[in-house]
Nanobody
Framework: EADLVESGGGSVQAGGSLRLSCTPT????????MAWFRQVAGKEREVVAS????????YYVDSVKGRFTISLDNAKNTLYLQMDSLNTEDTAIYYC???????????????????WGQGTQVTVSS
């Protein structure tokens, strides 16, 4: 089973940008969902954005629409999350995740994600 390796977290001032990257170290099914989640201490982990490996319309949680962009570079086998116009409420640990197999892109927001990265801290200061 694949592991996921994340990078790109860090500290930034409000209004700034960061780009997270996630690379599987093993096999990811060619028809799978991949997603970015985030978690703040004391709160449940929430899905931020998801995308299907075959394409289709990505999903975004309302709070990041218009500011975050999820993308998948199949040639580089890397998932990205471009985060612009960051605000303090975006401060969290961000996790990359993948499921085993999903045939349809519209299932990605609620897919059962079974493979997770180690998480990367994003801190936005005012």
């Amino acid at each position: 089973e694949a592991d996921l390796v994340e990078s790109g977290g860090g500290s930034v001032q409000a209004g700034g940008s960061l780009r997270l990257s996630c690379t599987p170290t093993g096999y990811i099914h060619s028809s799978s969902c991949m997603a970015w989640f985030r978690q703040v201490a004391g709160k449940e982990r929430e899905v931020v954005a998801s995308i299907h490996t075959t394409g289709g319309r990505p999903y975004y949680v309302d709070s990041v629409k218009g500011r975050f962009t999820i993308s998948l570079d199949n040639a580089k086998n890397t998932l990205y999350l471009q985060m612009d116009s960051l605000n303090t409420e975006d401060t969290a640990i961000y996790y990359c995740a993948a499921d085993r197999w999903t045939p349809y892109a519209n299932s990605c927001p609620s897919a059962e994600y079974s493979t997770w990265g180690q998480g990367t801290q994003v801190t936005v200061s005012s």
